[in-house]
């Protein structure tokens, strides 16, 4: 058995001039995770459900869960000497860490502390994802939010940690995507799947289709080809959707699928934040032989502008976005 900390030593030495920060780094991310981990599992007792009365900088309702869970990170980063700054989706602003400690150090995290965090309520799945950058600004000056806006594209290592029926922490650091298994009874993330690919052909559909009216023709088109019946490519295919992005990202990484949140008339731009949701799955997904795109243009190859800015979303196998990304050419894309 191998642990995660085991792990990442380990690829380390692969590379010969590494110094052990990112290392660091991920192990920080690794006990934030554990913390949210024990937290949530017993939340119904804790009380620590529902909503805390205050909204995020985007405007929806914030869970006592998304407050605690983006403290809990934020304060495990803070307490290492790698990290100068994060963004969050529950923080309006980017926080950059105080002292000459934060000044020194050469990364940058962006984080959706806890997504999906209205089915925790039901006790359905949900989870953290990060994502890390090197600064841009030099060492030794204070960093701004211009650190926090570089392409996906540059992502030094990205990652989520879904709480499911068990744990499992998921990271690529660009060198394929490896998963972990969090093992209570050892307090341990062990390794559970190496090199993870999605299966080369996928049967799996993931869209809100509660929106059905909504999407542009390119989308409305894609379900009807999903649910079509042709043996060569296994239709008609299954249609899941959790509500939760890295549970639902997670499904089918591993049995195959396609997750989509297009823009609709209630979220001109998608739904999800192209920093902290959209570029570290998209990171996942090519490291695990799929795609991840907006419908036009690789979601890796965006510049961003806006810390919170949004982005449509598809993501999964690769034959199975080329398909959406088809038909969404050939449709017009004005008819809501
Ligand atoms: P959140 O970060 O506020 O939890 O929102 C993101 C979530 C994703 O996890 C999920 O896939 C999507 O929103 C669900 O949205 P909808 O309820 O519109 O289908
Ligand atoms: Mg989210």
Request: charged share 20%; hydrophobic share 35%; glycine share 10%.
């Amino acid at each position: 058995m191998q642990t995660l900390g085991e792990f990442i030593v380990k690829k380390e030495h692969d590379f010969p001039h590494a110094t052990g920060e990112l290392t660091a780094l991920l192990s920080a991310i690794k006990l934030g995770a554990k913390i949210i981990n024990r937290d949530i599992n017993k939340a119904g007792l804790l009380n620590i459900l529902g909503a805390n009365g205050v909204t995020n900088p985007q405007g929806e309702a914030q869970t006592k869960l998304d407050e605690f869970a983006n403290g809990a990170l934020k304060a495990a980063l803070e307490a290492r000497t790698e990290v100068a700054g994060i963004a969050s989706e529950e923080e309006e602003d980017v926080v950059i860490f105080k002292g000459e400690k934060a000044k020194n150090a050469k990364y940058v995290v962006l984080m959706d502390p806890l997504d999906g965090s209205s089915n925790i309520d039901v006790n359905v799945s949900v989870g953290t994802i990060f994502s890390i950058y090197r600064r841009t600004t030099a060492i030794g000056l204070p960093i701004t939010e211009t650190d926090f806006l570089q392409r996906g594209r540059a992502q030094i290592a990205a990652g989520y940690i879904v709480y499911g029926s068990s744990t499992m922490l998921v990271y690529t650091t660009g060198c394929g995507v490896h998963a972990f298994t969090y093992d209570p009874s050892l307090g341990e993330f062990c390794l559970s799947h190496e090199a993870v690919r999605y299966p080369t052909q996928g049967h799996i559909y993931s869209i809100n289709e509660g929106n059905y009216i909504k999407f542009p023709l390119g989308i409305k088109e894609y379900i009807k080809y999903c649910q079509q019946e042709d043996e060569a490519t296994g239709r008609p295919y299954s249609s899941r959707y959790i509500g939760s992005l890295v549970a639902d990202f997670h499904r089918n990484l591993l049995k195959g699928g396609i997750y989509m949140y297009p823009e609709t008339a209630s979220y001109p731009q998608g739904k999800l934040r192209l920093l902290y949701e959209c570029n570290p799955m998209a990171f996942l997904a090519e490291q695990a032989g799929g795609k991840a795109t907006d419908g036009t243009r690789l979601i890796l190859d965006i510049d961003p502008t806006e810390l919170h800015q949004r982005s449509p979303l598809f993501i999964g196998s690769q034959s199975m976005v080329e398909k959406v990304e088809q038909l969404i050419a050939e449709s017009s894309k004005n008819t809501f």
